[in-house]
């Protein structure tokens, strides 16, 4: 088996994704209660899953083979 | 649910397509506070036009204040999905057009997304897809936790064959869109049910509110549908018609003028609120809040159609889409790898885990 030492515990494996899903939440609802400003935050918010995609995938990739 | 997710996909700019790929009629220009046509008179000149002769609905037009729709059909009791809509100009109460959708672009997306042209059975399977898709999700939700142990969040290993770079790709957007695609799947779901949830209301609430009614037999001749409108707006104050179901579809009794109203709050727009309106005196027979299961239903198109936030929402809706295909697609590259190889996608990363330590320590 591989080595224990840098596993992960549950906590640190699901911290960030509770973050973006508890956003996400938030986004949804937000532009269903009120236009204007809460439609602004519905878009921050929904919006930030894709940045994190993007930012993850483009990060690795300039860095390239090594 | 790749076919839902690409057919959904023009779906959310529905409007802008057909405006792009056809061309209406545009409604007379008018000062801001011009009344609106009476009613009546609009829909005897919408009938005048039209070669089916029975109106269903009459429908206000959400996006554009200036124009309005009536849904005639054959007969009163002929399927409404068959129905024509024909569009009138709400203030002057001119016919403006009436166009076939059947051949449109949008309408083919719309049927295959919604039913697949197989009506209620079409609708329920893509339901029971729909449940199928969350509890793929969930169980997705259960196998990132292992495959993530030695990985940090949003770890993307481009130098790593594709298979690797591709189950990174699909963890990431995976857990990233989690919450978005759950939503979206299960309001999904909850639409597919849409016309059960009427027939519930039928046979529930309304048949409860029309119970001094049901043996009587239907008017021989209807009351004029402005005033009916006028009397439900009084009796519901702060609320607006959305629109009106003539008696003996399938919106309302064999002897109501319903008229659904709404509210002016992005939540309030979404939950119609009928007034029966007696078809032969003109008067006011009841109006209540929908039960839970008709709110939730109303609550649930939103959240799945995305078009309650202004254009900027709706583009975040296709993006989210576009990168749900791309889920799709690389767990499906997965699946089949692992099947062809009979080798787990494990492995194969284990088998490179070598060539990795050193990136993962420095």
């Known amino acids: 088996m591989l080595a224990v030492r840098n596993r992960r515990t549950l906590g640190q494996i699901f911290a960030a994704p509770i973050m973006v899903g508890a ?34 995938v483009v990060r690795r990739k300039s860095v390239g083979p090594r | 649910m790749l076919l839902l997710c690409i057919t959904g996909l023009p779906l959310i700019f529905h409007h802008e397509i057909d405006d792009l790929l056809h061309s209406e009629v545009k409604p007379a220009d008018v000062p801001a506070g011009t009344p609106n046509a009476d009613l009546d008179r609009l829909l005897a000149n919408a009938l005048a036009t039209s070669s089916l002769k029975v109106p269903h609905f009459l429908i206000w037009d959400r996006d554009d204040p200036n124009a309005m729709f009536v849904s005639v059909g054959e007969s009163i009791t ?3 999905t068959n129905n024509r809509f024909v569009r009138m100009d709400s203030h002057t109460g001119a016919y403006l057009d009436s166009p076939d959708v059947t051949g449109r672009f949008t309408y083919i997306m719309l049927r295959l ?16 897809m729909g449940i199928l898709f969350c509890v793929a999700i969930i169980s997705g939700i259960v196998v990132y936790a292992p495959s993530m142990r030695k990985l940090d969040f949003g ?24 919450m978005w695609t759950l939503v979206v799947g299960f309001t999904g779901v909850i639409n597919t049910w849409a016309d059960l949830v009427l027939k519930m209301w039928q ?27 006028d009397v439900a707006v009084r009796a519901v104050p702060g609320m607006t018609p959305s629109f009106v179901a003539f008696p003996g ?24 609120k009928p007034a029966l309106i007696d078809a032969e005196t003109g008067k006011l027979t009841d109006s209540r809040d929908m039960p839970w299961y008709v709110t939730t239903l109303f609550i649930s198109q939103p959240l799945h159609f995305g078009d309650y936030g202004g254009l900027p929402l709706r583009i ?26 009979g080798v787990s996608v494990d492995r194969a990363i284990a088998q490179g885990s070598a060539v990795d330590a050193p990136q993962m320590s420095s």
């Open chain 1, 23 to 56: 956003l996400s939440i938030v986004g949804l609802l937000a532009a269903l209660i009120g236009d204007g400003w809460w439609d602004a935050v519905s878009w921050l918010s929904l919006a930030l899953p894709v940045l994190l995609y993007l930012f993850f």
């Open chain 2, 78 to 80: 002929s399927d409404p």
């Open chain 2, 113 to 128: 997304h919604v039913d697949m042209f197989a009506g209620l059975p079409g609708k329920l399977f893509l339901g029971l």
């Open chain 2, 155 to 178: 770890a993307y290993r481009g130098h790593r064959p594709r298979i690797v770079r591709w189950l990174d790709i699909h963890n990431l957007a995976g857990i990233l869109l989690v």
């Open chain 2, 203 to 229: 046979y529930g609430q309304l048949a409860e509110m029309t119970a001094q009614y049901r043996d009587r037999p239907p008017p021989t001749k209807l009351t004029s549908v402005q005033a009916a409108v």
């Open chain 2, 249 to 272: 579809t399938a919106f309302s009794s064999k002897s109501h003028y319903i008229v659904f109203l709404k509210g002016d709050t992005p939540v309030t727009s979404r939950l119609l």
């Open chain 2, 316 to 341: 975040i809706w296709a993006v989210l889409d576009v990168l749900t295909i791309i889920v799709l697609g690389t767990g499906i590259y997965l699946w089949l790898r692992r099947r062809k190889a």
